[in-house]
């Protein structure tokens, strides 16, 4: 079946380090999206990208997704504390049916 | 404040005793999903109702079961959990269901439920 990876689970920067991250799916998707979840709290979906090599800002975070709409990434640039929590992609393969990844969850260092 | 519902936010119960999780919305979504999430894991979708049609996953134990009274309110009901059912069951909704057209309507999740199971 498909399968939506995101290596490594942890990482930590330091407050104002720039943070990127990757979600690399097995089979094309017909998008993907993406979805932070702060401590103890739930998911709570951020953008959906749709096109091959679709770029996408929100402020500081700006999300590409692959040409091969195989992969994506998310970057974010001089992180804040408040950009703490896990962060999950969400790939739609061709019945649209979401498949998580297990997420990276960043922690910042003030 | 439209929103996803569910309670109790946490629920312990004992080693095969039966227990009903509860989810309601007030977005009047087509589709309501209940997922499985375990420690530092992926949320793993357990089924969803899109309006009245129940929709299961291949891989989603007997011992799960759901049910959709109405739009606004899905149960999840555990006939015999075992330990390995602990975990944090949450609800999301989104206005329609999955479909070929490449877009995935966006979900909206409830704060979810931790299970304990003694």
């Known amino acids: 079946g498909q399968q939506v990876m995101q290596i490594p689970q942890y990482q930590h920067v330091q407050e104002g380090e720039d943070f990127t991250t990757y979600c690399n799916s097995s089979?094309?998707?017909?998008?993907i999206q993406w979805y932070k979840q702060r401590p103890g709290g739930h998911p709570v979906f951020l953008i959906q990208?749709?096109?091959?090599?679709e770029v996408k800002k929100q402020k500081r975070l700006t999300f590409q997704f692959g040409e091969a709409k195989k992969n994506s990434s998310l970057h974010i640039t001089a992180t804040q504390t408040t950009d703490v929590g896990t962060y999950f992609c969400?790939?739609?393969?061709?019945?649209?049916?979401?498949?998580f990844g297990k997420g990276i969850t960043l922690s910042v260092r003030p | 404040d439209a929103m996803v519902i569910q309670n109790p936010r946490y629920q312990v119960t004992q080693f095969g005793k039966p227990v009903t999780l509860s989810c309601s919305q007030t977005l009047n979504h087509n589709v309501m999903y209940w997922y499985q999430q375990k420690s530092s894991q992926a949320p793993k979708l357990l089924f969803h109702?899109?309006?009245?049609?129940?929709?299961n996953e291949a891989d989603t134990p007997d011992n799960f079961q759901s049910r959709r009274p109405n739009t606004s309110f899905c149960f999840l009901d555990i006939r015999s959990p075992g330990l390995g059912d602990a975990a944090m069951y949450l609800c999301?909704?989104?206005?329609?269901?999955?479909?070929?057209?490449?877009?995935?309507?966006?979900?909206?999740f409830g704060p979810g439920t931790r299970l304990t199971v003694l």
């Open positions: 990208l749709v096109k091959s090599g």
């Open positions: 089979t094309t998707l017909s998008n």
């Open positions: 999301a909704t989104s206005r329609d269901p999955p479909s070929a057209s490449g877009l995935t309507d966006t979900q909206y």
């Open positions: 109702y899109y309006d009245k049609d129940f929709n």
């Open positions: 969400a790939g739609a393969g061709a019945n649209s049916k979401l498949t």
